[in-house]
């Protein structure tokens, strides 16, 4: 099974700030990566879909890239309502799906 | 509205079985994978299975192979997990989810507790 590790497992940041989150892949997974923001209570939600496609509705301060092994998650300015935690998901091949452990964003 | 809705969650002994639901509307229910997803209390998430459209192609995590059993009933719109032989560390809060490699359609979860 591919495993993903993401790092760091959390930050403390400011309103404004840019943010990077990292996510590795155990083996290629080409551009098969996916990012998800989940509120305390909520369920996730979709914010990047192979590695840097904006899901519909998803403000554009949001971003991803890379390929292979190595992703990186972007928030260009960060806003009071993005502290949460953000989960990388890699869908290569086939299932199973798996799940970085994730990044919980904090304020400082 | 496009949602699915989960039920039978519950509390349950060890060795104990529950079966899972999830109501679909708002989409086409027959044309899209479906998986479970799951979410132990504090703790990250951990896709548990999937299924194809027809119901002819399943996938499960490796700890729930030989226990869970994923299956849908397009007609009724209709996802289920069957869990058997249920462990504590099965407690976890269960979600319903459209898959198509992304999981772009959440249900708000159905709680499992295992506990004696």
């Known amino acids: 099974d591919i495993q993903m590790t993401q790092s760091p497992s959390s930050l403390s940041a400011s309103v404004g700030d840019r943010i990077t989150i990292t996510c590795r892949a155990s083996q290629s997974i080409s551009r098969y990566l996916n990012w998800y923001q989940q509120k305390p209570g909520k369920a996730p939600k979709l914010l990047i879909y192979?590695?840097?496609n904006l899901q519909s509705g998803v403000p554009s301060r949001f971003s991803g890239s890379g390929s292979g092994t190595d992703f990186t998650f972007t928030i260009s300015s960060l806003q009071p309502e993005d502290f949460a935690t953000y989960y990388c998901?890699?869908?290569?091949?086939?299932?199973?799906?798996?799940f970085g452990q994730g990044t919980k964003v904090e304020i400082k | 509205e496009v949602q699915v809705v989960e039920s039978g969650g519950g509390l349950v002994q060890p060795g104990g079985s529950l079966r899972l639901s999830c109501a679909a509307s708002g989409f086409t229910f027959s044309s899209y994978w479906m998986s479970w997803v799951r979410q132990a209390p504090g703790k990250g998430l951990e896709w548990v299975a999937n299924i194809k459209q027809d119901g002819n192609e399943k996938y499960y995590v490796d700890s729930v192979k030989g226990r869970f059993t994923i299956s849908r009933d397009n007609a009724k719109k209709s996802l289920y997990l069957q869990m058997n032989s249920l462990k504590a560390e099965d407690t976890a809060l269960y979600y319903c989810v459209r898959d198509w490699s992304l999981f772009d359609l959440w249900g708000r979860g159905t709680l499992v507790t295992v506990s004696s």
């Open positions: 192979t590695a840097s």
């Open positions: 998901q890699q869908s290569y091949s086939t299932p199973p799906w798996t």
